[in-house]
């Protein structure tokens, strides 16, 4: 990884799966003075490219490399006895929008000093019947163990929601995403 210099981005290349590479960006440490009011991109953000890679196997099986190099299994071989089987893609996205928010919450809480025990998220969707099957609702509901105060949890379900759930805050501008807690 190679180090920031005063005035420059610094740029870190990974190999991850065959072609495929994860590139980090930091933002300059110097004013980026050509930013005008009105301008859609903040001076100096961060961005981030994250890049996956699926390698088909066979049938409908596939193996995937996340940004950090975790292998995945997706799909399934149903001519394999006995059969393979993998995540669904569909399932992925919810759970991504799931562990997003998750992680959020749960960081949330625990920087606020909340006596968190646990926390499990169920989160549903709903399809259309016809191809290209997209969904059209997501919901998350959160089962929380703990003596928490119900403010606190859901100030902070509401922050992941609207400020920091990078995979929430994408869909819901193509989905209904809602969301409802209990405290066990």
């Known amino acids: 990884m190679q180090k920031a210099q005063p005035g420059k981005a610094w740029y870190d ?39 996956v890679s699926i390698k088909w196997v066979t049938s409908h099986l596939m193996t995937a490399i996340d940004s950090r190099g975790t292998p995945l299994v997706i799909g399934t071989w149903p001519e394999k006895q006995p059969q393979w089987t993998g995540l669904k893609a569909s399932d992925l996205l919810l759970l991504a929008a799931a562990s997003c928010a998750t992680w959020d919450v749960t960081n949330i809480l625990n920087k606020q000093r909340a006596a968190l025990e646990s926390l499990e998220v169920c989160c549903t969707g709903e399809q259309e019947s016809d191809p290209p099957y997209k969904f059209t609702h997501i919901h998350l509901h959160y089962m929380f163990k703990g ?38």
């Open 13 to 51: 290349e990974r190999e991850i799966f065959g072609n495929c590479k994860t590139i980090v960006a930091e933002p300059s440490r110097k004013p980026d003075n050509s930013f005008r009011e009105g301008d859609n991109k903040e001076p100096d953000m961060a961005t981030v490219a994250c890049s």
């Open 147 to 184: 003596a928490l105060k119900p403010e606190k949890v859901a100030r902070a379900i509401q922050l992941s929601e609207d400020k920091y759930c990078s995979v929430t805050n994408t869909l819901k501008q193509a989905v209904t995403i809602t969301s409802d807690f209990e405290i066990l």
